[in-house]
């Protein structure tokens, strides 16, 4: 009748876990036992399902993410920085690259003598205009606008080394202004001076606009 009604395997189970229940308490409270360390190392005694250890890693996982957090946090933690020496900074990298003008200069070596890239070298100091840090800006303007050739002529008009539109306006400077490299030379010098202050200011105005 037990067996129809499937009572004996419940009750089979049962008391299979009373008795490990009495056994591990026995062991518990055997006399070589000690309070909790004997329960602590009964219980290392059980054997431990996958889950549990499974369950164990994911703790541990979870402690070393928590202190590598810490970590991080700390180290982005952003460092304040005064006003004042990023502006300094600022300023100093200006002054680096820029001459007494505001206006960036560029290095060039002397031209060839004999040239009319000499003649303007040459000419420089006459107007106010250092070679070192002049020459670069007037040797790029005038590649630009007329290869520093004296009869080189614009469609516009525009005739000479400077490229002066019209190009009798250089007879201010000398009669011979169609065919004379030093007059051209001379004029524009002055017309660059009296207009933007420095070959300089000419170049970057060229740069920013397509003329001068």
């Not at 518990?28 to 399902?49: C, E, F, I, R, T």
């Not at 020496?85 to 680096?96: L, R, Y």
């Not at 524009?188 to 200011?201: A, F, K, M």
Request: charged fraction near 15%; include cysteine; proline fraction near 7%.
């Amino acid at each position: 009748m037990f067996r129809r009604n499937r009572i004996v395997l419940p009750a089979f189970g049962l008391a299979v876990l009373l008795v490990a229940v009495v056994a591990i308490s026995a062991k518990v409270m055997a006399p070589n036992g000690s309070g909790a360390n004997s329960l602590a190392n009964a219980l290392d005694s059980v054997p431990k399902s996958s889950s549990v250890a499974l369950l164990e890693a994911e703790r541990q996982n979870i402690i070393d993410m928590n202190a590598a957090a810490k970590t991080l946090g700390v180290a982005a933690k952003p460092i304040k920085v005064d006003p004042s020496q990023v502006m300094a900074s600022e300023s100093a990298a200006a002054s680096s690259a820029s001459n007494s003008t505001g206006v960036t200069s560029i290095a060039a070596p002397p031209p060839n003598p004999g040239t009319a890239q000499q003649i303007g070298y040459d000419m420089l100091p006459q107007f106010g205009f250092s070679q070192s840090t002049q020459w670069g800006c007037l040797l790029d303007l005038w590649n630009r606008e007329s290869g520093w050739i004296y009869d080189a002529e614009n469609a516009s008009g525009a005739y000479g080394i400077p490229q002066a539109l019209p190009g009798d306006k250089m007879a201010s400077a000398g009669a011979d202004w169609a065919t004379n490299p030093k007059t051209q030379i001379t004029w524009g010098l002055g017309y660059i001076r009296d207009v933007y202050g420095t070959p300089c200011g000419a170049w970057n105005h060229e740069l920013a606009y397509g003329y001068y």
